[in-house]
């Protein structure tokens, strides 16, 4: 047995003295998100310290805690607390806990995240659903020896956003009148934010909101077959032209302003799955 397949073993061994459930849907929940946990109905929760080759969060807002429990019935995993490449973890332990969701029973992601709008009819606290990506983190989670047991050496990366979840969250926005964008979000290793050249750059390349997450998660769920439903919240304005200084906790205090609507989003998908 690999290397990576004996640290999964280990983890899920550890989870198991918590729960035997399987959970078909998996939650990431980033920078200021953290509320959708209020609408689990908890049966578990165990933190990130507890779990064996997991990485702690160090970033403010992000808990560092794994939820088990049911939304509209349904079993879920929540991570309350990502990792990202500029806290100095590898790609592979970035994507570690999604390894771990899939040996779980995880078929469906949810992943959120805090981003910059570029797009000129993006505003501030606005929702994105992400239909595309573009990796400019200079690394790949599935560099180095392939583990063919959980997925193919090339994974095919057509539709890296499921078409289907996309729809199925675009009728519950419309259902709701909320409104929502559909677009490309490109990953950039942080953690300074853009200057006004590195925005016109990353516009110029096709992407409407930039964000230093989600793009390895997603890479890693497509190797192992899961679909994935990618929301952005956009938490500050890019615009080369009229940029203003930004600080964390005005980013993260649009998004906790604009997660009611992304948590009412995500709990109807899953309810409709």
């Given at each position: 047995?690999?290397?990576?397949?004996?640290?999964?073993?280990?983890?899920?061994?550890?989870?198991?003295?918590?729960?035997?459930?399987?959970?078909?849907?998996?939650?990431?929940?980033?920078?200021?998100?953290?509320?959708?946990v209020?609408?689990?109905?908890?049966?578990?929760?165990?933190?990130?310290?507890?779990?064996?080759?997991?990485?702690?969060?160090?970033?403010?807002?992000?808990?560092?805690?794994?939820i088990?429990?049911?939304?509209?019935g349904?079993?879920?995993?929540?991570?309350?607390?990502?990792?990202?490449?500029?806290?100095?973890?590898?790609?592979?332990?970035?994507?570690?806990?999604?390894?771990?969701?899939?040996?779980?029973?995880?078929?469906?992601?949810?992943?959120?995240?805090?981003?910059?709008?570029?797009?000129?009819?993006?505003?501030?606290?606005?929702?994105?659903?992400?239909?595309?990506?573009?990796?400019?983190?200079?690394?790949?989670?599935?560099?180095?020896?392939?583990?063919?047991?959980?997925?193919?050496?090339?994974?095919?990366?057509?539709?890296?956003?499921?078409?289907?979840?996309?729809?199925?969250?675009?009728?519950?926005?419309?259902?709701?009148?909320?409104?929502?964008?559909?677009?490309?979000?490109?990953?950039?290793?942080?953690?300074?934010?853009?200057?006004?050249?590195?925005?016109?750059?990353?516009?110029?390349?096709?992407?409407?909101?930039?964000?230093?997450?989600?793009?390895?998660?997603?890479?890693v769920?497509?190797?192992?077959?899961?679909?994935?439903?990618?929301?952005?919240?956009?938490?500050?304005?890019?615009?080369?032209?009229?940029?203003?200084?930004?600080?964390?906790k005005?980013?993260?205090?649009?998004?906790?302003?604009a997660?009611?609507?992304?948590?009412?989003?995500?709990?109807?998908?899953?309810?409709?799955?």
């Amino acid at each position: 047995m690999s290397e990576l397949l004996n640290k999964i073993n280990e983890t899920i061994s550890v989870i198991r003295k918590h729960t035997n459930d399987t959970y078909p849907v998996g939650i990431i929940l980033g920078t200021g998100l953290g509320g959708l946990v209020k609408e689990i109905n908890i049966e578990h929760q165990i933190d990130y310290a507890e779990l064996p080759h997991f990485p702690l969060s160090t970033v403010e807002s992000h808990q560092g805690k794994l939820i088990f429990g049911t939304i509209n019935g349904k079993k879920v995993v929540a991570m309350q607390g990502r990792f990202h490449y500029y806290e100095g973890y590898s790609m592979q332990q970035i994507t570690y806990p999604v390894r771990v969701m899939k040996f779980l029973g995880v078929q469906t992601l949810l992943v959120s995240n805090a981003c910059g709008g570029m797009n000129p009819v993006y505003r501030k606290g606005d929702l994105m659903l992400m239909i595309d990506h573009i990796n400019l983190l200079g690394d790949n989670p599935l560099i180095g020896k392939n583990e063919d047991s959980l997925g193919p050496r090339f994974p095919d990366m057509s539709e890296p956003y499921s078409l289907e979840l996309i729809k199925l969250a675009e009728e519950v926005a419309l259902e709701n009148k909320i409104k929502i964008h559909k677009g490309v979000y490109v990953a950039v290793p942080g953690p300074n934010l853009e200057t006004k050249a590195e925005y016109r750059f990353l516009r110029a390349t096709g992407a409407d909101v930039v964000g230093m997450s989600t793009v390895p998660e997603n890479i890693v769920a497509n190797h192992m077959g899961m679909k994935v439903l990618g929301i952005s919240i956009i938490t500050d304005e890019c615009f080369p032209d009229s940029l203003k200084p930004v600080d964390v906790k005005e980013i993260i205090h649009t998004a906790m302003e604009a997660e009611p609507k992304m948590t009412l989003i995500m709990k109807e998908v899953i309810k409709r799955l």
